[in-house]
């Protein structure tokens, strides 16, 4: 399967949400477009109404809603009367913190000073003398009288879109965050999914903390990538082009020279990138060993204590610890050196920009200069490293996401088997091993053609010293491996021509060490199969004996049952364990070493329910106490991966081989016991 690279994995996973998220950046939009025009209603308050005093003002004969009443006559501003009347036309100019009414047009602009009651404007070699009234601050409030209501209608303004920006706000950050949710929900049901598929020796080298990791850690990591990061470069990346638009169409000149800023972003973000990630990666791995040190510690805790470990296990972990810490700071370091500073740098290089672009360049002869044009300049610059810094500082979170996604995908694309919840037909038992070899690793055989057949309603029983095969005899018949060379069948089919489920739909398994899920003593006997109903629970726990110990616990069948069962013995577990079995009435049955942790009284009650378990199926037992496997009908004796010896008790002991002597050393261990 070609793998695909994580940004389009992550990609096709925000699709699933596509309609929430457009839903989102619409919203995302019009509250960035309701906000930016800010800066254009300053400049209108600017340019129009409070520098707009120095428009020429045309004398009316009539009183009107924006004329001025000064000297018992009326004017009216230029922009706002419906003739031209040229030879009726003032000006109001500002110098220093004076005004003054010239009654006649003004045609030159520069320098103006006030000479013996008169203005005078001067610019290079040309100077023009006006006679001028000074204004009072009520005649200069009078001529601004008219602005008060356009003011505070363009403010109402402002703060009406305000409004509508914050409700979009809210909404696109509602719909962004919901859809990362659902997005992040999605993907753990998947990567849990996944491990489900996965062959039982993948787990064999990952330790199960590590695997915790990528499904809760990792995944949380991508929900930030989701929920915080894109929605940072989203609505920095529509932020900004806002407001590129609003500078073009304020001045094209700068607006083109401030989009030098870009390659320098874009080039700042590769690098970045390239540098982080090294980091990124390691700082995950040692998170992930740090998850698996952690679960490693607490599972084994009785071990540790019992041998005194304590010092020992918490230096290792201070060691996983400080490497972690280590390149923790070294990113720390990194982002410190790239987001606000270099924002900074960036935000200094515009101003100077500006200032040269204003200062300089525009102030030419001849050059009108506005000052709300300036102002709203520096507004949307300042506005905009806003998002740039934003941006800067998602970084860190965008590449951890990026490596975090790198390591869950790397899971997803585990070859794994579809669980199928097709049913098939109950088999009838029979099942036969043809010259089987197989081993963990390539070319190290564990089991060396290994042939026998056992019959339906047959117990068979595996001995052998430890390490002689006889789990991996199991292991090859669920199917949790496959082999190397031969084949097993079930009822004459290969069974490796089948859908493992389909194998072991059938079959049952009791360990030596049962595990029991957190739930009840029903959900553990059930499993949550709709199948077997509660009658069927207590008729498999009656049969086994359990339910002596059951009924005198508080709440019966639904008393609480902690992680792996903690609160009941290990007979007690075993027990559930052996209901289990009996309720899921497999055809094939494995005793994996049932009862070789079980006191001598708990034995006899499994002794017995083994008899009605064994009714109808065939059973394998691998026997650690071989005075438990007397009546079996088929004893396989096992030594370094091949079958020694076969036949019944009787037959063996009569060989006097080394089933005669494993069972005669055990038989003299416990005369020596007794």
């Known amino acids: 399967m070609k793998k695909i690279k994580a940004g389009k994995r992550l990609f096709q996973y925000a699709l699933t949400q596509k309609k929430i998220i457009i839903i989102a950046l619409l919203m ?10 800010g800066p254009f209603i300053a400049k209108r308050i600017i340019d129009q109404h409070i520098m707009g005093i120095e428009k020429e003002w045309v004398l009316v004969e009539e009183k009107t809603t924006d004329s001025v009443e000064y000297n018992g006559q009326y004017f009216l501003r230029e922009d706002r009367a419906t003739e031209s009347m040229p030879d009726n036309r003032s000006k109001i100019l500002q110098i220093g913190r004076e005004f003054y009414f010239i009654p006649q047009s003004v045609t030159l602009e520069g320098e103006r000073s006030v000479e013996d009651g008169k203005v ?31 003011i505070i209608y363009l403010v109402l303004l402002y703060f009406g879109l305000l409004v509508v920006s914050a ?36 787990f064999d080298h990952l330790p199960a903390g590590k695997v915790v990791s990528r499904i809760t850690n990792d995944t949380e990591t991508i929900k930030e990538l989701y929920v915080t990061v894109l929605a940072t470069f989203f ?7 806002g407001i590129y638009i609003a500078l073009f169409l304020l001045d094209v000149n700068l607006a083109a020279i ?21 980091y990124n990666h390691k700082i995950r791995s040692l998170l992930s060993d740090i998850n698996g040190y952690i679960n490693e510690s607490i599972s084994g805790m009785r071990i540790i204590q019992a041998f005194r470990r304590q010092k020992r296990t918490k230096e290792e972990f201070e060691n996983l610890n400080e490497q972690y810490f280590t390149f923790q700071n070294k990113l720390l370091s990194l982002n410190s050196l790239t987001s606000h500073n270099l924002v900074g740098v960036l935000r200094n290089i515009a101003f100077v920009a500006l200032i040269w672009y204003f200062g300089g360049a525009s102030l030419q002869i001849g050059t009108v200069l506005s000052l709300g044009v300036l102002y709203a300049f520096v507004d949307y610059l300042g506005r905009m490293f806003g998002p740039i810094s934003g941006m800067a500082n998602q970084l860190a979170n965008l590449e951890t996401a990026r490596v975090s996604a790198v390591r869950v995908f790397e899971l997803m694309d585990e070859v794994g088997v579809d669980v199928s919840d097709e049913k098939y037909p109950r088999y009838d038992g029979n099942v ?97 199969d709709p199948t077997i109903t509660r009658e069927k629970v207590e008729k498999a726990l009656q049969d086994v004996g359990a339910m002596e110990f059951i009924s005198k616990l508080p709440k019966g069948l639904d008393e609480p049952v902690l992680e792996k069962g903690s609160t009941l013995s290990s007979g007690q577990r075993q027990l559930i364990s052996f209901a289990r079995a009996l ?25 017995q329910a083994l008899e009605v378990l064994k009714k109808g199926r065939t059973t394998f037992i691998i026997a650690h ?47 020596l016991a007794g």
């Open 28 to 37: 995302l939009s019009v509250a960035v477009a309701t906000e930016l025009t």
């Open 120 to 150: 005078v404007i001067a610019r290079g070699d040309e100077r023009v003398e006006y006679e001028a009234t000074h204004l009072s601050s009520d005649e200069l409030l009078s001529f601004y009288n008219p602005e008060v209501k356009y």
């Open 167 to 202: 409700f979009f706000q809210y909404g696109q950050s509602y719909y962004l965050q919901s859809s990362a949710n659902r997005i992040i929900q999605k993907m753990r049901e998947d990567v849990f999914g996944q491990i489900q598929k996965l062959p039982i020796s993948y």
């Open 235 to 241: 609505s920095s990346i529509i932020y900004i082009t």
């Open 258 to 278: 401030t989009l030098l800023l870009l390659p320098i972003l874009v080039i700042w973000f590769y690098v970045y990138r390239k540098i982080a990630s090294v």
């Open 432 to 528: 036969s091993f043809e010259h089987v070899s197989f081993g963990y690793k390539e070319n190290e055989y564990v089991l060396k053609d290994i042939d026998f057949t056992a019959n339906k309603g047959e117990t068979v029983a595996l001995v052998g010293h430890t390490g002689s095969g006889k789990s991996s005899i199991m292991n090859l018949l669920f199917r949790f491996y496959d082999i190397q060379e031969g084949t097993i069948k079930i009822d004459g089919i290969d069974i490796a021509s089948l859908p493992k489920q389909a194998v072991r739909q059938h079959m049952g398994i009791v360990l030596q060490d049962p595990f029991l899920f957190s739930g009840t003593i029903e959900s553990n006997v059930s499993l949550e």
């Open 583 to 607: 309720a899921f009435n497999p055809a094939i049955l494995i005793l994996d070493e049932a009862t070789a942790s079980i006191d001598t009284e708990t034995e006899a009650v499994i002794q």
């Open 625 to 671: 106490r071989l005075s438990t496997i007397k009546n079996a009908d088929q004893i396989l004796v096992l030594d370094r991966g091949a079958i020694v010896e076969r036949g019944n008790h009787e037959e063996l002991m009569a060989r006097k081989g080394i089933y005669y002597q494993m069972y005669e050393l055990q038989k003299g261990k416990n005369h």
